[in-house]
């Protein structure tokens, strides 16, 4: 077993890649906290873990707000001691009907014409809302966290924070440039802090999937994922499962070179 003995914290683990990265890691031994801003679903996968027979608990907080955060670190710190593996995976998509609406009819042209010119108009008819909620949620929520736990990691001289970030922050995704500011923002954060962590043996790396089958998909109707799958030389979305694999070897000591880096488990869409 990889993470036997060690202590882990998965944010926004209630569904999805937080999910599949949580009950992996606890398949490999580790002790998972599972934070979700819901209980029911946090609790749930809390449970899964445990059914493999380690331990888990579920934290509710916001990461958005430092103070929601400051006070997750201290549960699970209280509760166990220490904490060996961050991954901060907490994030929304947003997209109004609007953008949804001419993001089907540019997707239809480019099928039809080979050529879009419908403009997404995302950027000029977003609200000052949905930017700043997406950035709090993304960008401020992998900060805080990392924080919190560098608090913890650099006084023992070890740790490992894994951030999750996205092709989108790589080469920016059409109709979501709040997304893809926070990825990016996301990537930025994890190559500067792992320069200065590691000299007390943390590691920071940072994981950008590209499009993954989970509910955070649900919003695109079925002719955008065929555009997303028809642009991916594999032919196909990504699993949890892949993602999760790369979070393994992040979190492990298969990674003891791997510093500041940004692994892309993309089937090609962006190389």
């Known amino acids: ?64 707000d430092s103070v929601d955060v400051r006070a997750m670190f201290e549960e699970v710190v209280a509760a166990w001691g220490t904490l060996d593996v961050l991954v901060n995976n907490a994030g929304i998509a947003l997209m109004s009907d609007a953008v949804k609406a001419n993001f089907l009819q540019a997707v239809g042209e480019l099928v039809a014409n080979g050529r879009m010119e419908t403009s997404v108009g995302a950027a000029r008819m977003m609200a000052d809302s949905q930017w700043r909620r997406t950035l709090s949620v993304h960008l401020d929520g ?55 962590a590691i000299a007390r043996g943390v590691y920071v790396n940072a994981i950008a999937p590209g499009y993954v089958d989970t509910a955070l998909l649900d919003f695109l109707e079925p002719a955008m994922k065929q555009m997303i799958i028809a642009q991916t030389p594999i032919g196909r979305l990504g699993t949890p499962q892949e993602v999760a694999a790369v979070a393994l070897y992040l979190a492990s000591d298969d990674s003891s070179y791997t510093v500041g880096q940004v692994i892309s488990p993309n089937g090609g869409y962006v190389m």
Request: aromatic share 4%; net charge positive.
């Open 1 to 64: 077993m990889k993470l036997k003995g060690r202590t882990a914290l998965v944010t926004g683990a209630g569904a999805g890649l937080g999910r599949e990265i949580a009950l992996t890691f606890a398949r490999e031994g580790a002790n998972v906290a599972i934070n979700d801003v819901r209980r029911e679903p946090a609790s749930a996968v809390a449970a899964e873990i445990e059914a493999l027979g380690v331990k888990s608990m579920a934290v509710v907080a916001d990461v958005s």
């Open 142 to 196: 992998t900060f805080y966290c990392t924080r919190e736990a560098l608090k913890v990691m650099e006084p023992r001289g070890s740790g490992k924070i894994i951030n999750m970030a996205s092709i989108a922050g790589l080469t920016g995704i059409l109709g979501a440039p709040d997304y893809s500011a926070a990825k990016a923002g996301i990537i930025g954060l994890t190559k500067s802090v792992a320069r200065e």
